[in-house]
């Protein structure tokens, strides 16, 4: 294995939907902050009354399992030794790339201010020729295409029973392996994602939280190829 | 093994002390959430400005951190298997007791207010017999006297360098092994800490995040174990 591409999967990443703008808890959290009601991430810490009616309210509005995953990934010892690429999925189907190098906030507050300006602006800092966050071009489908992982490994716990050490040997030994992580509280995947894997499998006899799956494969990555 | 005790040592999390109530930024951060100065967290991400002349600053102030560290321990597969304890230990010196049982906000803003209550009230829920989250009334050394661990790890970049699979197998090899990871973005362990650890290791040849560290370590005792 050269790197690892880790794809964190339909993210509940995405500004308020036009269909609840007009909803008493966003405009109040909009006009709190100063912006518009679409210029604003959609949180079901906030917009729980709003998002009631929302399809598949359950995959959406957690910018906060987004944000652990990627500080996880991005802090991680392959990402340090310059062998992870990773890619954010999100729920409403844009796929953003993200610098090896960029250090992401920290603070919740902040890093849901800096997602709100890259989906406004396309990327962050605003018109850098190397942006530290971008929102890619293409769809999914088209990235798989480009990256052409060996193998896809998806993380369900409706897979195949793998330990996670086990999956590790198996992912460590592909040339091009792709991990597959969904960034969401419950739920399924969705067809389109499901059918992109070669393999799905699953690391545990619990339901894990993306966060912990995410830390958990990586680690055990790590350890299958000594990693220091 | 039949538990790993867990310390996160350290960790930024108090309320915003006496000597910056008084501070522009402390005053208005307060005023905007309804409570007094003393009643809420210090967070460098709102109090940068009232923090430079504080001792200490870059071990405090970080309620983030010790959300992440915490979260990743009690969704870990040890502590699902029932076989992790986990304390926080706080900059100015408190213990905190932790239900394995607990679901932490995963909201930071709902943390905060969850640690702040915690923090007054000395509980959460208030006059709970059996609280969530608790602070504990004796302090690190008598816990360390009460808990006896058979050998106490702690992780610091200036230790002597063990991988985390290694350092798994001596944990896991231990009747009742303490892991100290710190809970602060940079600085080092004050002697107090230091002098409790019968070893000093490092996983690492990068600083790792605390949440990397705990990520790693309970991920490599899970492997070792076999927890599925």
Redesign the interface.
């Known amino acids: 294995v050269e790197k690892l591409h880790l794809l964190l999967a339909e993210a509940g990443l995405e500004l308020v939907p036009a269909e609840i703008w007009g909803h008493p808890t966003v405009a109040a959290s909009a006009r709190k902050r100063g912006k518009e009601p679409g210029e604003i991430l959609l949180?079901v810490?906030l917009h729980y009354a709003a998002m009631k009616g929302l399809k598949d309210r359950m995959k959406r509005g957690?910018p906060?399992?987004a944000h652990?995953c990627m500080?996880?990934a991005l802090?991680?010892?392959l990402n340090?030794a310059g062998m992870l690429e990773l890619y954010v999925n999100t729920y409403d189907g844009r796929m953003i790339g993200v610098s090896p190098h960029v250090r992401l906030p920290?603070?919740?507050?902040?890093f849901v201010g800096l997602v709100e300006q890259l989906l406004k602006e396309g990327r962050v800092p605003p018109n850098s020729a190397s942006p530290l966050l971008w929102v890619e071009p293409y769809s999914l489908e088209e990235l798989l295409e480009r990256v052409a992982p060996s193998r896809i490994f998806l993380l369900s716990e409706k897979g195949g029973?793998v330990?996670?050490?086990e999956l590790a040997r198996r992912v460590a030994s592909e040339p091009k392996p792709m991990v597959v992580v969904g960034c969401f509280q419950a739920g399924d995947f969705s067809e389109r994602i499901l059918k992109l894997a070669h393999e799905v499998v699953s690391?545990?006899?619990?339901a894990?939280?993306a966060?912990?799956a995410t830390?958990?494969v990586l680690?055990?990555v790590?350890?299958a190829l000594?990693l220091?």
């Open positions: 949180d810490s957690r906060d399992i652990f500080l996880l802090g991680s010892l340090r920290r603070n919740y507050n902040r029973k330990g996670a050490a690391i545990s006899q619990y894990l939280d966060w912990v830390a958990k680690s055990a790590e350890d000594n220091f």
